[in-house]
Structure formats: structure tokens, C-alpha cells
């Protein structure tokens, strides 16, 4: 559990393959993080956030008829009743106490689905910090409504022309616009991804998620769960579930991709299809060809749509740790459609990924209990379910 | 200094070093070599090939956009394709040295050993890597320094003491000193401690230190050439380059820009 090493690796993954202006600060970062994470009125002001600002902890919510339709007993851990709707906030709001504690007077993020970005624009709000989101112009297009939510909330969003004009356009355009201004300016992360320490800052505020979910589950079912599931797109919700299990070795951990069109044409599912390569900062299990060119990954959910994914769950998935699936756009579509039928909860087409896997076979046997993580909610995705549902 | 790379330690010794940036493969691998002739016939001492990278993190939006036009034409772009352009450049202008800028994926997914081995083949004589911090840098300086290719690293004004030591101890040929905080591009203002950052470096070792990001002008070369060994011209040669179509044209606009940069 003492993982990364001092490098920021684990395994051969992570790292910080950064320009040199961007080490100062990642040294910064790390040495107030270290100092930080131990100071009692840091933990208790970020305690005392997450349950009176972001409604903590959040359920484990046994889903009788999903249970009933599928013959094992399945648990929701419900990020999706966080405020703004989703994970993210964890994240975001530990970043922002840091960023207050290093004295720094700006804010910028990357998003992709628009969730971290509002999480961060919340955030923002809530401390009253400057905030610079960057976007793709394609997914500005998909979550146009988040768009409004982040400048209802003050932020400014900057929208991204270059590349596949997605998240790892908007990721590239993030951290450019942080070697610029990194003196006054922290740069909140998204996901589990980037140069270290982000990868196990990110992941140690999400853990939380499994934290409180063994808990819940011992209260409930006297025992841990077979099965841990959540989809992974760089992987923070998933690193933050799965981390409290990872030593519990009878506990299977399973994360969920996005197959998009299918493997064999348009996909994102770097842990499946990609190779170990540096993209964003640190080296992760990627999607790009022979040279070593990034590849535009696809996903009908912005969120997942990114071509790497972050340095602990590749490593995970290279020691065996992890296990892997892969769920297409249409099949996510479908799992969304029996879920908000099932159990009156419309799950973000990301999370659609994750319960997308409870109808394969062979994964799991009956009465097996499965603990699923329910990353965000669908309110965002309305758009794309009434077009394509 | 540098035993193995006697082309680049001669330039530095003998003067001021202009070292000019052209990406391979915008508009053309063809162009690129004609471009880099050009280049070396009117004053550039070193010249740098920018390898096109899809996720270019170092680099303002005028190398990024010549990134993406290079990696859009569909012709070959990877670093076989450098490869061969350094054979054909120093076929004709043996002395002058040829370095490669890409980001280090690319590296990577050639297989650092085999692509530092293949370098030296061609000639090529070092490599920055500017998205490989010191850090991280162990592996890629035994690698090529047992393929004898020089690894040239960036520094930047915001670096510590200890780290600038390691940075330069770490070096050979030359160091490549970022101007200011942030990524390639034109600006107006450097960082006012550039010639105590060069004094720290000369400390540690005798090594040239070459200036980039952001110069443009003839002053910003002069006021370099005052405290530095040499000025990087990226940015502004990618400017030439993407403003005209017709070869000729390009070829004198780019005479015309390094003449007037080396105007003191």
C-alpha cells in the first residue's frame, strides 16, 4: 500500500517525464502534500467539506431488483448523489485546500465530460480562487450544458481547437497553460493521470470511495464483497474504489474501458489494446501507433474518451492485480437504459460502462456480491440518451 | 567538455552559436532538407530537427501547429525519416552538427538503445528531450552515452541549485537555457537572471549554454550573445515557413531572417 516509489513509479509506470520548469513545482507540490496529509486541521477541514459541503459518506445502496434480474447481490456506492453529481469532487476539493496551503492565486483544469471541470469550478466558487477551464471544442459541443454550469459558476472556459479536440487535447493545452504561469498557478488535475505526484494525490483523495465502502459493506453483508467494479477512463474513480481492496486478495477488482465502436475499430480502451509510452507526464498503458504518435480514442462518453490511462491501475493490470473488460458505446447504452428502469437511478454513460459488465457471463457466479461503483449521475447525458436510447 | 563531439565543442569554440529549430515534414521531408541547406549556408551553426509529436507539452501554438501540418501530410515523419535526412544533410555539410528535439515517447517506442546506436549511424550528433526530467534521465544518459550521442538538457530560470548541478553534470555538448518559464514562442521579456544562471552552470563545468525559447529579434541575439554561447531560433524560422507556400520564396525569406538576426 506504500506505493509509488520516491520516483513517483510504480512498477515501471508513473514517473514525471516533465519539461524542467514544471519540476519546481511538482517538487512543491509533493513536499506540501507530504506535510499536509499529516497536519490535523488539514484533515479536519477536508473531513469536515466532504460530509456538510459534499454530503459524506455516500450510501452503499443494496439494488434488490438489479439483484433479482442478475442472481447476485449487488451494491451501489453512490458518488452520484456527491454534490455536483459525481466523484470528481473528492478529488477537487483536497487540491483546492492544497493549492490555498502553497499560497497560490489561480486555478486551471482540464475536463473532458465536464464533471471534473464543475467540480472544479465548484470548488472555486466555494473558496473564492480564479478559475481557467480547458475544454475540447467537440465536447464543449457534447456537454453544452456543463458549459453553462461552469460559468454559472464563475469559472472561464477556454475551449480547445487542437488535436482530436478532446481531453488530451484539452489535458496538453492544460499543462501548457500551467508552464506558463506556474509560479501563482496549481494545476487541478483531473484524474489518477500526469507526472507524479498527481497520480497519488489524485488517488488518495478518491480513496475515500472504498474506504467507506469496506466499511459499509462489513456493516451490511458481515464480509467483503467477490467482485469490486468501476469503469476506468484515466481512473480516478476506479483507483479510488478499488485501493482500500487491492491487499484483499480475494476480492477480484474489475474495471471497466470503453470499447466504443468496438476493438477492432474506434475505441478507448487503453489497459486492452495499448502499450506502455509518455503521454501528459508520466508513462501509462497508451493507444498510438508504431511510432509512438498518440491515437484519437473514442467513446460515445466524454469522460472516457482519453487514450491513456493513469500509472497505478496500468500497473495493476501488468502484475495480474486487475482485471480488464471492455464494454461498447451500444452495450453501455443498453445497461443504462435497464439500470434507471430497475432501480430509478440514471447512471453517467461512464458508469453505464460498469453496470454494462453485470450482464456478461461467466464473470461472476450466482450469488456473488458485488460492490459497483456509481461514479456520476446521467443528468449530463440527457442529450445523448434521447438521441440514441 | 565533450570528447565525442568534437563538430559541436569546434562551434562553440570558434564563436557564438546560432542554432536554428525546423520540424521534420512541415511542409515536407524534401523541404525540411532544402530548408535546412538553407539554413547552414547563411549563418546557422546547429541545426535542430523537431520531431512531430501528436501531444507536443513543451511547445507554444506556432511549433504545434507545425506539429500538426507535419503529422497531417501522411508522408513518413518518424524518426527514421530524421535519420535519413541527417545522412543527406551531412553528406553535404559534414561539420555541422545535427541534433533531434522530440518528445521522449518517440524514443521510447524506437527502443532508446537501438535509436541512440542508429543516430550516431547517420551522424546525427545529440538529442534534447524536453519532456525527460533530470529525474527521470538516468537510463537515457547511459544509453547515450555508450552510443556516444550527446544529451543536451533543458534548464530552466526557476531550477534549484542541487538540480542545476545534476543538470549540468548530466550534460554533454551543450545546455539548452530556457529564457523564461513557459513554452516555445515569441515574447518580449526573458528572465532577468539568465547570466547568473550561465555563471552557477560554468561553475559545475565547463560547458556552452545556448538561450531559447522566444528569440525573434536581433536584439534578443545580441543581448544573449552578451552572456551566452549561443541563441535558439525556433518559433520564428516556423513562422517563415508557414507564411509561404513557394519554395524559392521560403528559402529567401529564411536568408533574409537569419541575416537580419545576426544584424549587431
Redesign the interface.
Known amino acids: 500500500m506504500t506505493k509509488p516509489d520516491r ?1 513517483g513509479f510504480f512498477g515501471e509506470f508513473g ?10 513545482a511538482l517538487h512543491e507540490l509533493e513536499v506540501c502534500y507530504q506535510k499536509v496529509k499529516q497536519d490535523p486541521s488539514f484533515k479536519m477541514e477536508l473531513s469536515e467539506l466532504l460530509a456538510e459541503y459534499v454530503g459524506r459518506p455516500s450510501p452503499l445502496f443494496y439494488a434488490s431488483r438489479l439483484s433479482e434480474k442478475y442472481g447476485y447481490s449487488i451494491y451501489l456506492k453512490r458518488e452520484d448523489l456527491n454534490h455536483t453529481g459525481a466523484h470528481k469532487i473528492n478529488n477537487t476539493l483536497g487540491q483546492i485546500l492544497l493549492a490555498k496551503q502553497m499560497g497560490k492565486k489561480r486555478i486551471i483544469a482540464e475536463t473532458g465530460a465536464g464533471q471534473h471541470g464543475v467540480a472544479t469550478a465548484t470548488v472555486c466558487a466555494l473558496m473564492g480562487m480564479p478559475c481557467d477551464i480547458y475544454m475540447g471544442a467537440e465536447d464543449i459541443q457534447r456537454q453544452a450544458l456543463n458549459v453553462y454550469r461552469m460559468k454559472l459558476l464563475g469559472a472561464q472556459v477556454f475551449s480547445v481547437n ?2 482530436s479536440k478532446t481531453l ?2 484539452a489535458t ?1 493545452e492544460a ?2 497553460d500551467w ?5 501563482h498557478t496549481h494545476y487541478i488535475i483531473g484524474s489518477a493521470l500526469g507526472p507524479h505526484p498527481y497520480p497519488m494525490i489524485v488517488r488518495d483523495f478518491q480513496r475515500v470511495i472504498g474506504k467507506e465502502a469496506k466499511k459499509q459493506m462489513l456493516e451490511k453483508e458481515g464480509r467483503l464483497p467477490h467482485h469490486v467494479i468501476a469503469c476506468i477512463g484515466g481512473g480516478s474513480n476506479a483507483i479510488g474504489m478499488f485501493y482500500e481492496f487491492i491487499d484483499e486478495k480475494d476480492v477480484t477488482l474489475l474495471g471497466v474501458e470503453a470499447a466504443g465502436e468496438g476493438l477492432n475499430k474506434k475505441h478507448a480502451a487503453s489497459l486492452t489494446k495499448g ?7 508520466s ?1 501509462n498503458n ?1 493507444l ?1 501507433n ?5 491515437e484519437i480514442a473514442h467513446s460515445i462518453s466524454a469522460g472516457l474518451d482519453y487514450p491513456g490511462v493513469g500509472p497505478e491501475l496500468s500497473y495493476l493490470k501488468s502484475i495480474d492485480r486487475l482485471k480488464v473488460q471492455a464494454v461498447t458505446d451500444k452495450e453501455a447504452l443498453s445497461a443504462c437504459s435497464i439500470v434507471s428502469k430497475c432501480e430509478g437511478i440514471i447512471p453517467a454513460l461512464e458508469t453505464a460502462h460498469a453496470f454494462a459488465v453485470l450482464s456478461k457471463k461467466n464473470l461472476f457466479k450466482k450469488g456473488d456480491i458485488i460492490a459497483l461503483c456509481v461514479s456520476g449521475r446521467g443528468d449530463k447525458d440527457m442529450e445523448t440518451f434521447r438521441e440514441h436510447l | 567538455m565533450s570528447i565525442y563531439n568534437q563538430d559541436i565543442s569546434n562551434i562553440f569554440k570558434k564563436k557564438k552559436a546560432l542554432i536554428g529549430y525546423i520540424t521534420l515534414g512541415d511542409p515536407s521531408v524534401e523541404l525540411t532538407y532544402e530548408y535546412g541547406c538553407t539554413l547552414i549556408e547563411n549563418g546557422v551553426d546547429i541545426i535542430e530537427i523537431g520531431m512531430p509529436f501528436s501531444d507536443p507539452i513543451a511547445d507554444g501554438p506556432v511549433i504545434q501547429a507545425s506539429h500538426q501540418r507535419a503529422l497531417s501530410t501522411n508522408e513518413d515523419v518518424s524518426l527514421r525519416q530524421a535519420f535519413k535526412l541527417i545522412t543527406k544533410l551531412k553528406k553535404r555539410f559534414p561539420k555541422t552538427p545535427i541534433v533531434i528535439m522530440t518528445a521522449i515517447n518517440l524514443v521510447i517506442q524506437y527502443s532508446v538503445e537501438k535509436c541512440f546506436k542508429d543516430a550516431k549511424a547517420c551522424g546525427c550528433d545529440g538529442f534534447i528531450l524536453p519532456d525527460c526530467s533530470i529525474e527521470m534521465a538516468t537510463d537515457y544518459t547511459k544509453q547515450a552515452r555508450k552510443a556516444q550521442i550527446s544529451l543536451i538538457h533543458l534548464i530552466s530560470p526557476l531550477c534549484s541549485s542541487s538540480r542545476l548541478k545534476k543538470i549540468v553534470n548530466a550534460s554533454e555538448g551543450f545546455l539548452y537555457l530556457i529564457s523564461s518559464t513557459g513554452i516555445t514562442g515569441e515574447r518580449d521579456a526573458f528572465a532577468t537572471n539568465l547570466s547568473h544562471i550561465i555563471k552557477s552552470i560554468k561553475a559545475v563545468k565547463d560547458i556552452p549554454v545556448a538561450v531559447g525559447f522566444g528569440i525573434s529579434k536581433p536584439d534578443h541575439v545580441r543581448d544573449i550573445y552578451s552572456f551566452a554561447d549561443g541563441a535558439i531560433v525556433g518559433s520564428h524560422l516556423i513562422q517563415v515557413i508557414a507564411k509561404h507556400k513557394d519554395k524559392n520564396k521560403t528559402c529567401e525569406a529564411l536568408k533574409k531572417s537569419i541575416k537580419t538576426l545576426l544584424k549587431t
Open positions: 520516483n514517473g514525471s517525464f516533465v519539461p524542467d520548469t514544471l519540476m519546481p487542437s488535436g488530451k487535447d496538453t499543462i501548457r508552464m506558463k504561469n506556474v509560479e502499450r506502455p509510452g509518455v503521454l501528459h507526464g508513462l497508451l498510438q508504431n511510432d509512438g504518435q498518440i
